[in-house]
């Protein structure tokens, strides 16, 4: 399994980011895809995940009407678009799954929200 996030960068708060996951390695549309992120001296924590089929999808209550998660399986790709973005999304944001028992994580983009 290979996880490669792209898309983070600085940002002006109110402003947006679109983030790409770029999956290979197992049958992508059959798995549940997640975005989770890390601030610094915190814990790493969920911020939306979508099943493999795209029909349910889940938010932390902190994104919630800000931010859409999204995939693509003809791409293998799973999207994280965020509006109004707000210093405090400021965190490493990583891509999730958990194919064949195994969890798998990307390398992580950073997202910097400043003025």
Do not use: H
Request: aromatic letters at 12%; a positive charge; glycine letters at 10%.
């Amino acid at each position: 399994v290979q996880l490669v996030e792209s898309g983070g960068g600085l940002v002006q708060p109110g402003g947006s980011l679109r983030l790409s996951c770029a999956a290979a390695g197992f049958t992508f549309s059959r798995y549940a895809m997640s975005w989770y992120r890390q601030a610094p001296g915190k814990e790493r924590e969920l911020v939306a995940a979508v099943t493999g089929a795209g029909r349910s999808i889940n938010y932390a209550d902190s994104v919630k009407g800000r931010f859409t998660i999204s995939r693509d399986n003809a791409k293998n790709t799973v999207y994280l678009q965020m509006n109004s973005l707000k210093p405090e999304d400021t965190a490493v944001y990583y891509c999730y799954t958990y194919v064949s028992q195994k969890t798998s994580w990307g390398q992580g983009t950073q997202v910097t929200v400043s003025s």
